[in-house]
């Protein structure tokens, strides 16, 4: 079964500080995502990466910045939390593009006080 | 403007009843539609996965249809039980790049 793990389930900090969020799969896929997910809205793609350091923006790429120096590894970076990055992170990844399934991890519940 | 729409935004039913589901997309060109379900807490978990020249596939108590003509979906779930209740998100795949289009989601509560 493919695996999706992320560092945190549930992060609580403070507006300004340097959030980091680790996302690492066990199947060897190309694609990875990170997405957050507000009630009503959906999910909202932040950032892709298709390669090792490779990166490409999303919807919603403001405030947030990405680091993919490992096949399996995908972190997602808010240089300066503020108050309206309070979300649920959700980081997926994928055999190849074009609709392939994604297969997520549980999540990271981020608040930013 | 790709949109994914789904209905009802939330919904309730008796264990052992069926419901539908809604989702209707603007996602053009079409690639593939699937549908989620993201069980309290959890990341998605794929269910279905129908292509444009598939009308009805099923897994287990779930069917989905799709009508590539009027752009419509809906997820059919038979017999429920109290583990359905997750938010059941619609997802369009567009047939170019890694664009995902994705719904609101419907949040079905299951209860005895």
């Not at chain 1, 999303?58 to 405030?63: A, L």
């Not at chain 1, 680091?67 to 309206?84: G, P, W, Y």
């Amino acid at each position: 079964d493919v695996k999706v793990t992320q560092s945190s389930r549930y992060l609580v900090k403070r507006t300004g500080e340097k959030v980091f969020l680790e996302c690492v799969q066990d199947m060897d896929h190309e694609n990875m995502f990170w997405y957050r997910q507000d009630p009503g809205l959906g999910l909202r793609l932040i950032y892709f990466s298709y390669d090792v350091k490779m990166k490409e923006k999303g919807d919603i790429p403001e405030g947030y910045s990405v680091s993919r120096e490992k096949k399996e590894r995908f972190s997602l970076i808010l240089e300066s939390a503020s108050t309206n990055q309070t979300s649920m992170y959700l980081c997926a990844s994928s055999l190849a593009s074009d609709g392939d399934e994604q297969f997520f991890g549980p999540g990271t519940r981020l608040t930013v006080l | 403007k790709n949109q994914v729409e789904q209905s009802p935004q939330s919904l309730i039913i008796l264990e052992g009843k069926n419901c539908t589901l809604q989702c209707n997309y603007t996602v053009s060109p079409f690639s593939n539609l699937r549908w989620y379900k993201q069980d309290t807490g959890r990341g998605p978990v794929s269910l279905t996965i129908m292509t444009f020249s598939e009308n009805t596939k099923s897994n287990g108590r779930y069917t989905a249809t799709l009508d590539a003509d009027t752009k419509q979906s809906s997820l059919h779930i038979t017999a429920s039980q109290l583990s359905d209740s997750a938010s059941y998100i619609c997802v369009v795949s567009a047939s170019y790049g890694n664009k995902l289009v994705f719904g609101a989601g419907t949040i079905l509560r299951v209860k005895s």
